[in-house]
Nanobody, 119 residues
Framework: QVQLVESGGGLVQAGGSLRLACAAS????????MGWYRQAPGKQRELVAS???????NYADSVKGRFTISRDNAKNTVYLQMNSLKSEDTAVYYC?????????????WGQGTQVTVSS
């Protein structure tokens, strides 16, 4: 089973930047698509950005031009560089990954990391 551990969240002023990281560990054959989701209080969890195994990326309209997703396959890590942060970016950010395990394929979530943007 894979474990996804996020890091890099915190408190930042509007206009500032943060870089989130999500490292996968455990026993698996490969990591396919990876993504970042977020959930603000009282709202549904939403996709922020995703990256395929071939590094094709997809972004929510609300973050296009401000956020950049990338991955380091050698480190089994996905990153989210967040620039020009706004108060509406405040949320718990979750890492997600499609895993090809030793026996079957499955989807896995990290525990989440809080991002708070003060205005």
């Amino acid at each position: 089973q894979v474990q996804l551990v996020e890091s890099g969240g915190g408190l930042v002023q509007a206009g500032g930047s943060l870089r989130l990281a999500c490292a996968a560990s455990g026993s698996f054959r490969s990591i396919n698509a990876m993504g970042w989701y977020r959930q603000a209080p009282g709202k549904q969890r939403e996709l922020v950005a995703s990256v395929t195994g071939e590094s094709s990326t997809n972004y929510a309209d609300s973050v296009k031009g401000r956020f950049t997703i990338s991955r380091d396959n050698a480190k089994n890590t996905v990153y989210l560089q967040m620039n020009s942060l706004k108060s509406e970016d405040t949320a718990v950010y979750y890492c997600n990954a499609d895993i090809t395990g030793l026996v079957w394929k499955y989807n896995s979530w990290g525990q989440g990391t809080q991002v708070t943007v003060s205005s």
